[in-house]
């Protein structure tokens, strides 16, 4: 698995708004019309937009579906193993405390090298339907 570095953030920063950027790369807009959405979804929901909530339903009302790793090893499943075993589509990844996108064959695509980091949500979009996983 590859790990690209990209920040779509305009001003590059990457600290609090790993949600927007993620989001951003995986469905090919920019930062901006990506925040000005959830936003307005967390206007809707009285909600911030960095909200598990908020940012869900986004995903949710533009047609990505989401799983979490089951409880049986929650501390084993990294963001590497899920794109290898995941070869194709396009895939949001959260962590505790971090969210990535992976656009496979084989990248995961953010800020900084998150590869390790253990995956607990997932949340996919994929333009053919292909069965849940």
């Known amino acids: 698995m590859s790990f690209i570095l ?12 790993c949600v927007v950027r993620a989001i951003s790369i ?10 000005t ?3 307005f979804q967390g206007l809707l ?9 908020v940012w ?3 995903l949710k009302k533009n047609g990505y579906r989401s799983s979490v790793i089951p409880n049986d090893c929650p501390d084993c499943y990294t963001i590497e193993q ?6 194709e589509g396009r895939y949001i990844l959260a962590t505790g405390n971090h969210v990535v996108c992976a656009i496979n064959p ?3 695509i953010g800020t900084h090298n998150a590869r390790a980091r253990t ?3 997932i949340t996919r979009f994929t333009l053919i339907i292909l069965p849940s996983f």
């Open 6 to 17: 990209s920040n779509p953030n305009p001003k590059g920063k990457n600290v609090g708004d």
């Open 82 to 87: 899920f794109c290898s075993e995941h070869p």
């Open 37 to 39: 959405d959830l936003c």
């Open 106 to 108: 084989g990248f995961a």
């Open 56 to 58: 869900g339903a986004y």
């Open 45 to 53: 929901d009285c909600d911030v937009p960095s909200s598990n909530a």
């Open 26 to 35: 995986c469905m090919d807009r920019s930062w901006e019309d990506i925040y």
């Open 119 to 121: 995956t607990l949500k």
